[in-house]
């Protein structure tokens, strides 16, 4: 049984709705949890690709990422955890793990259950919740992995507009 069901959550994926690239989050995060992102990279096989700006680099420890001088451009980990969707990490701050996708690439019940997957995989190896708020509106979530109930779960009334 799927964690959503695409016919009752389709809004949150209408790009209309909510701007084409949500954002999501995991907040309370450390090196050690971006070190475990970069983990997951190579143990689950997906393609990635690590740039400093326009350069691509191997992709090095999260402490070095993450220990960059102010003023340093933001790197950036493009995973692809299946070949037609993209997310698309930044190092901000240690403290928080921010990724987007784009919406237009996670249409139906198929591509809902990889993105599903995709957040499950990542909380249950943080032991923490991963949170998707539309763009621009990041107070307010309306999904996200739920670490006690160990699935992802509507945090909003997706009949809302």
């Known amino acids: 049984m799927p964690d959503l069901v695409w016919e009752e959550v389709k ?8 701007g084409s690239l949500p ?7 450390s090196v050690e949890d971006w070190q475990a992102v970069f983990d997951l990279v190579h143990t689950q096989g ?3 690709e690590y740039a400093e700006g326009d350069t691509v680099l191997p992709l090095p420890p999260a402490a070095d990422v993450l220990a960059r001088p102010p003023g340093a451009e933001c790197p950036s ?4 955890p299946d070949p037609g969707v993209l997310a698309i990490f930044r190092m901000y ?3 928080e793990i921010d990724f987007d996708v784009d919406l237009r690439e996670l249409q139906g019940q198929e591509r809902l259950d990889l993105l599903c997957g995709f ?3 990542i909380g249950r190896r943080l032991g923490k919740p991963v949170l998707m708020s539309p763009e621009g509106d990041y107070p307010h979530p309306v999904l996200g992995f739920d670490v006690a109930a160990d699935r992802v779960v509507l945090l909003a009334d997706p009949q809302l507009p």
Do not use: H, Q
């Open 11 to 18: 809004n949150f994926f209408d790009p209309g709705l909510m």
């Open 93 to 95: 701050a240690a403290v």
């Open 77 to 80: 980990l493009r995973v692809w």
């Open 119 to 121: 957040l499950a995989v």
């Open 46 to 48: 997906w393609a990635w």
């Open 23 to 29: 954002d999501l989050r995991v907040e309370g995060a």
